[in-house]
């Protein structure tokens, strides 16, 4: 038997328009958009939006689960959960768990874990390291969201260092080519400045200046410079300076583009003045740097140099937090948090609704090849959230939904809730509860 939901009254967002009216979803499809669409049956489930806004399930795609090998922080079950209470129905994690994502086989074991575990749609990233071309050579890239490179060191260190392997790997594999760009050499040099004067106990307001503008810059450009000799696919992971926006382009649509580029929530929401107050919880590789860094942000964002909106979803519990700068690790929690956030931009007037789901819902599905999701289309996997925009509510301990049990935000109230989350058909998130269905599927790529 048929599982159909009829959502009535909508303001519906997608591919650049909002129009009012109805979605009917037959099973785990989008079967009919329409004016209005009259109630069939009476086993049919009937959802009033009441002129609320229904967007496409955002995609993100970089977030760090911490499975395997990390579960004390996180797992894919919990951050899924999170995620869809954010409106997220599919993610791309990263390769720096233990053991690393740097085999077939590891990458297979992923997958298995997020088919028992995962509330949300689930793909992977192949990690790549200064030894593993063979096994890169080996992966499905119709299987796999990409590959990722970490061009600066971070959690679990997977740094690629050696030019001769990174020109390799560049010219060897036509998958998307995602970077972490920062400077290993420049950020050893300013850490060590630090550490002289201050020992491991250094004020968290240095941390943009150790992790500086140059040392992304630099990495950044080099990448995209190897990226231009080789032909290779790149995307540029989590820009966090005014200077990194010039190094790309909107002079070609998105599908046309070989170097492209994302920002992340924190970037645009916090600058170097929060420290002062969030201390560690906002330390994060590359480092939150100045208002004017995120001005530039934001202009390159609404003007299409930057192409896509994501989290870089990082947990680490409060305890780790809480250990001197050198020991504290860098990265927060985000899925939950993120699209409210986006909205509460809209509501200071800094970005549109729909510029919100081109960035977070279609860009990522174009970006990435992700087939039938991340638009609001008949015959599209119904991945939908609906918003209200004037529903106020205030992040606290109670309402965190992350395993390790804080959030950036804790305190934030924000204009707008979401509501409803359907993955895949099924109504798997409603108005702060997350409903005890995993409707989450491998994603797919058309490529």
């Avoid at 979605?23 to 109630?39: G, K, P, R, T, Y």
């Avoid at 860094?293 to 934001?298: E, F, K, N, P, Q």
């Avoid at 599905?365 to 992700?370: C, P, R, S, T």
Wanted: proline share 4%; glycine share 6%; with cysteine.
């Amino acid at each position: 038997m048929k599982r159909n939901t009829l959502i009535k009254n909508a303001k519906i967002v997608n591919e650049g328009q909002i129009f009012e009216g109805d979605i009917l979803i037959e099973d785990n499809v989008i079967a009919s958009i329409d004016s209005s669409i009259s109630v069939k049956s009476a086993d049919m489930t009937v959802i009033d939006a009441e002129g609320n806004y229904v967007i496409p399930g955002l995609i993100d795609d970089q977030v760090h689960f911490r499975e395997p090998g990390l579960t004390h922080k996180a797992n894919i079950e919990t951050e899924s959960r999170a995620a869809l209470a954010g409106g997220i129905t599919s993610f791309i994690e990263m390769p720096n768990t233990k053991p690393q994502t740097t085999t077939v086989e590891k990458l297979e074991e992923k997958f298995a874990i997020a088919s028992k575990s995962s509330h949300a749609n689930y793909s992977f990233m192949f990690g790549g390291t200064n030894n593993n071309l063979e096994e890169i050579l080996k992966v499905d890239t119709k299987s796999v969201a990409g590959l990722k490179l970490f061009l600066g060191s971070s959690t679990g260190n997977m740094l690629v260092d050696d030019p001769e392997v990174l020109e390799k790997i560049f010219s060897s594999t036509n998958m998307v080519i995602s970077v972490h760009c920062e400077d290993e050499g420049t950020i050893r040099e300013n850490l060590a400045k630090y550490k002289a004067e201050y020992g491991d106990d250094i004020p968290m307001e240095f941390h943009p200046i150790i992790r500086s503008e140059e040392a992304c810059y630099l990495s950044s450009s080099k990448a995209i410079e190897l990226a231009k000799k080789t032909g290779a696919r790149l995307h540029v992971f989590h820009l966090s300076t005014g200077k990194e926006t010039h190094l790309f382009s909107n002079k070609i649509p998105l599908k046309d583009k070989k170097i492209t580029s994302e920002v992340c929530i924190h970037h645009l929401w916090f600058s170097d003045e929060d420290y002062k107050t969030k201390g560690s919880r906002i330390k994060w590789n590359p480092a939150v740097k100045t208002a004017k860094d995120r001005d530039a942000l934001w202009k390159a964002l609404l003007d299409d140099r930057i192409d896509v909106i994501a989290t870089d979803h990082a947990p680490h519990t409060v305890e780790e937090k809480n250990n001197p700068y050198t020991s504290a690790p860098s990265g927060g929690p985000l899925v939950q948090h993120a699209l409210v956030a986006l909205l509460e931009a809209h509501h200071n007037g800094k970005i549109s609704i729909e510029k919100i789901v081109e960035k977070a819902c279609h860009n990522p599905a174009i970006l990435f090849d992700v087939e039938k999701r991340g638009y609001i289309k008949e015959g599209y996997y119904a991945d939908l959230v609906i918003v209200d925009l004037n529903s106020p509510w205030t992040v606290n301990k109670d309402n965190i939904l992350y395993k390790c049990g804080w959030s950036p935000f804790e305190g934030n109230t924000f204009k707008s809730r979401i509501t409803h989350t359907f993955v895949n058909g099924q109504l798997a998130y409603n108005n702060f509860k997350v409903l005890d269905v995993k409707a989450g599927q491998r994603l797919t790529f058309n490529r």
